[in-house]
């Protein structure tokens, strides 16, 4: 991304890192997939700002009903178990019913698409925290 700059804007932004993020080997998106906390946790790597915006997207998940933070932990267990890595889902504005609905759904998958369903969801958050960071760096000017 650094070599990519300096971008006209928002638009020229969010097209170089959608380039980078589809152009990289399956190796890589489980990289980033390992920097980020199951659905529920509390995020314990990362920069101030990115712990906060991860503990800010799962807001819905942390004050779900018992049986649905329940059944959350269990669907992350069986995901991790089926698939070799955590659930990836862009968590912003979804409840804690529809993601754990999409956990479910997912794990009917095939893992090969499965691994292309969660890279699409990890573009979408990196696509959201792009534009947090701008309004970071912006209000910090």
Not at 30 to 48: D, M, T, V, Y
Not at 99 to 127: C, G, K, S, V, W
Request: proline fraction near 4%; charge should be negative.
């Amino acid at each position: 991304m650094a070599g990519r700059r300096p971008f006209a804007g928002l638009n020229d932004l969010h097209e170089a890192a959608d380039s980078i993020w589809q152009n990289l080997q399956p190796a890589d998106w489980l990289e980033a997939f390992g920097r980020h906390p199951q659905i529920g946790e509390k995020a314990l790597i990362g920069s101030e700002y990115s712990r906060r915006w991860a503990e800010g997207e799962q807001t819905g998940a942390r004050v779900a009903a018992e049986n649905v933070k329940t059944e959350l932990a269990q669907g992350n267990r069986a995901y991790r178990e089926q698939f070799g890595y955590i659930f990836i889902v862009c968590a912003t504005g979804k409840s804690p019913e529809e993601m754990l609905a999409l956990l479910e759904q997912r794990l009917q998958n095939d893992p090969a698409d499965e691994l292309h369903i969660a890279a699409e969801q990890q573009r979408l958050i990196t696509r959201l925290r792009l534009e947090k960071l701008l309004t970071v760096e912006q209000l910090s000017q």
